[in-house]
């Protein structure tokens, strides 16, 4: 098992940058499959991007691809994401979310644990 703890949002205005953080405890954090996911307001959770166990292989969502890097430090147990040229349609709570597996799934039902959120608000 493992529980996650989302940090790093705040307001920033458009064009700016965050690194959102996620730190995890328990055992077997390689063993994870990481992923952030976003939930705007009155609409769906959606998959933002996703990392290997190693951090060799990333998927992104087409709506920040070129703008969002996910990364990993499994000797730390985080992983974060870095947010460049943020967009008003950026605004979400952002969460990290953990799976036991290899792949890089984007479908919410694929991960087992979720952090709490954390707030990201982009102004125009």
């Known amino acids: 098992q493992v529980q996650l703890v989302d940090s790093g949002g705040g307001l920033v205005q458009a064009g700016g940058s965050l690194r959102l953080s996620c730190a995890a405890s328990?055992?077997?954090?390689?063993?994870?499959?990481m992923g952030w996911f976003r939930q705007a307001p009155g609409k769906e959770r959606e998959f933002v991007a996703g990392?290997?166990?190693?951090?060799?292989?990333?998927y992104y969502a087409d709506s920040v691809k070129g703008r969002f890097t996910i990364s990993r430090d499994n000797a730390k147990n985080t992983v974060n994401l870095q947010m460049n040229s943020l967009k008003p349609e950026d605004t979400a709570v952002y969460s990290c979310?953990?799976?036991?597996?290899?792949?890089?799934?984007?479908?919410?039902?694929?991960?087992?644990?979720w952090g709490q959120g954390t707030q990201v608000t982009v102004s125009s």
């Open positions: 328990g055992r077997s954090f390689s063993s994870y499959t």
């Open positions: 990392i290997s166990l190693s951090g060799g292989s990333t």
């Open positions: 979310a953990a799976r036991r597996g290899m792949l890089i799934m984007n479908m919410i039902s694929s991960y087992e644990y």
